[in-house]
């Protein structure tokens, strides 16, 4: 981490300040909950316009989920006061906030898959105990809603049949079939093509039209100044600033979501590389259904720099890392670490792998990387409980292992701060920072990164990015994989380009485009060269 | 094998797939609900143990399925709170029913009637006695429509025409009404009938119940319908026979229906066969008896396909994270 970071500046909260002539739809005032440890929200305040769209934006984890999920009635609030049109509310349950005109679109949708579009819109909605009128009236009603919304939808198609942007308008029209006037979307384009947003966006622009009020939660700035008119900013559970979009701009609002300046570039100094510590060799991987995902690499990474893969997800880039790090059996060639051949072969190649001084920190955190259900200081001697710093024989010291996961912790700023928090309730990027922190932890020789800050908020992703040069600057030799094309062109030292199990190119990140990196990445390339 | 002989296998058939399809549908209604229940078995045995016990004291049949039902609901609602308002898991609360009815009836079979755990043998008023519909001995002159009106489809317990009966029942209510639209939704995604603003819960018991209702019948008509009083472990593993054949069926109530009648051809196959010889070697009446429930792996194992239960099956749901 940098120095303290500079105080951000605080804004009056300027679309608060005065009414809008319709009036406000929603009042907050002083919400708070708590989920075992995590104070969720803390005392929040939140006022949004009758007739407009109101974003409300945070790093993951920064608590907009659950203050919706309270509004709507899902969860209830601790203790602070619900306005809805001026009237003071205790929102129970789910059903009294529909009565109220609440709906809500979440962002893992809430349909029966095995349902048809009419059966998913009325169910819970039903006029009486027989569903042969609902359903008919539902028809029609639907059919007047896709008109005036443009939500065009077959209603008599099964949910699993559909697109995921068709299944969205079905939970839209869920909402306004119950006669919702203001409409709740949880990270509404998630899921969605460029073309399904544009669509959305469309549609929220006609609600708003109609005098419906729209409440959308994001962390897309994009979209934010794309759509609202006003947002709000939470951050670590609370309310930061309320501004109108017109009178602010995507660096302000960054800014405000991370609570200190972003940087958009990673400073790093040029790379020693001193001699090479990890070598693969003719490696050839096939995956689970035999099909050859990996076909004859060559490449070395040495003391001291950062490699990176880079390539469209897919190529092979899982397969080569489970290989190199004993995830998975290689079909052909070497793994060389520190000049001595790797017996990766088997059910321990991955130990053997850790053993030798090979740090792995995989793709996906949450399935390979974490066991989600144990608590922070399980996770993080993972791979490492025996270890003789955590007890002789078979009997676990752990007392030394909660010191350590203590520790680290600290250093790598995870929040909470607590140890004994099951890992599934941390946010996406403080789970990478354990995982990290675990495997950095052992001073590895070699450390191989697979998609370090997939699914990372901002902060995190700086933060990360940071103690990867670290180790760099330490004289580490780093693999790096990414699909994310700008994090390779800012970490990497050399970039080496796969495709269809090939590298097909290598090339200097401070000379090559992004359009060249591109024509490689789709494989258009004049000559093969490995290193 | 002549005409009267099939109508006397199919017959049996009838009388004898009764107790599985009211069981197969008991579960129906539970699985639908997200509700596992492998204490079908438990629940049946002690609703035969609670008709056959008031049957015999109050001689009175009807009085019998009364208590036989309000065992079976009451057992249910044991069942349900663990795994519905507990958030148990539901195979343990299934497991345990069964070994708790198991233990229980002969227990209280032996403390109140002393007889090794059997209820007193049922006078005729203590049990259902068969039903001939109208006209049966008049259209039986008929050729071929006749007697399978008059044998075949006349002369069962009341209990059989019900469970039948209950077949279109079921499928009008889970395909039909808001109930059947709800049980169905919240055994796929509890979520979604949460946010719809409906109790998850709530359902689930009003599932369970039903369940309880119809092990009820089923257990009852062993007890004072087809047998006459209580016997140790009657039911004999049709409980679990039940589930199986509704997890052959899909979970639907037609299928289910006609899973159930293979599977009771099957047991009147077997009492037939008894006593038969392949080449002139008696076969064991061990092995003939072992048939239906062999035939029952054979078919889970082999031709079923995949059986995709609900979705949310199994899962008590928990609204906070």
Known sequence: MSDTPPPIKQRPETAAASAPASGWAIELEQINKRFGAVQANKDIDLKVGRGTIHGIVGENGAGKSTLMSILYGFYTADSGTIRVNGTRQAITDSRHALALGIGMVHQHFMLVDNFSVLENVVLGAEDSGFIRTSLDRARSELDRLEREYELEVDPDALIEEISVGQQQRVEILKALYRGAEILILDEPTGVLTPKEADDLFRVLRTLREQGKTVIMITHKLREIMAITDAVSVMRQGEMVATLKTAETNAGEIAELMVGRHVLLDVSKGPATPGEKRLEVKDLVVKDDMGITRVKSISFSVRAGEIVGIAGVSGNGQSELLEAVTGMRDQHGGQVILNGQALSLKGDDGAARARMAGLAHVPEDRQRMGLVTDFSEWENAILGYSTRPEYGAGPILDIAAAKAKAAEQIERFDVRPADINLKTALFSGGNQQKIVLAREMDRDPEVLVVGQPTRGVDIGAIEFIHNQIIKMRDAGKAILLVSVELDEIRSLADRILVMFDGQIVGEADPATATEGQLGLMMAGVVEERSTT | ?321
Request: proline share 4%.
């Open chain 2, 1 to 321: 094998m002549d005409a009267a002989a099939i109508i006397s296998i199919l017959d049996a058939t009838l009388r004898l797939s009764t107790p599985l399809l009211l069981a197969c549908l008991a579960g129906l209604y539970s699985e639908r609900a997200g509700v596992f229940d492998i204490g079908l078995e438990g629940k049946m045995l002690a609703a035969a143990f609670g008709a056959g016990a008031v049957a015999a004291v109050t001689g009175s049949a009807w009085l019998g399925l009364l208590a036989g039902i309000g065992v079976s609901v009451a057992t249910a609602l044991l069942q349900g709170a663990a795994a519905i308002s507990l958030k148990g898991n539901q195979l343990i609360a299934g497991v345990a029913i069964n070994m708790l009815a198991a233990g229980l009836c002969t227990f209280l079979g032996q403390q109140w009637f002393h007889q090794g755990g059997r209820t007193p043998a049922l006078g005729p008023n203590g049990r259902f006695s068969t039903i001939d519909l109208p006209f049966a001995h008049e259209l039986s002159g008929i050729p071929i429509l006749g007697p399978i009106y008059a044998e075949l489809i006349s002369g069962h317990y009341i209990l059989v025409y019900v469970a039948f009966i209950m077949v279109p029942v079921t499928a009008y209510v889970l395909y039909r009404t808001r109930f059947g639209l709800r049980l169905r939704a919240v055994g796929e995604n509890p979520k979604a009938v949460d946010t719809a603003g409906i109790s998850v819960n709530k359902l689930r018991y009003q599932a369970v119940i039903i369940t309880g209702l119809l092990c009820g019948l089923a257990g009852a008509y062993f007890s004072i319908a087809q047998g006459s009083g209580f016997g140790n472990n009657m039911t004999a593993g049709k409980g679990f026979i039940a589930l199986a054949a509704l997890i052959f069926a899909k979970w639907k109530p037609l299928p289910a229906m006609f899973t159930c009648l293979l599977f009771g051809f099957l047991d009147a196959a077997q009492i037939r066969l008894q006593g038969a010889r392949v080449f002139d070697i008696e076969v064991p009446v061990q092995a003939i008896q072992a048939l239906p429930y062999v035939l029952t792996v054979v078919l889970l194992a082999g031709f079923i396909g995949k059986a995709v239960g609900p979705k949310a099956g199994g899962v008590p749901y928990t609204k906070e994270r």
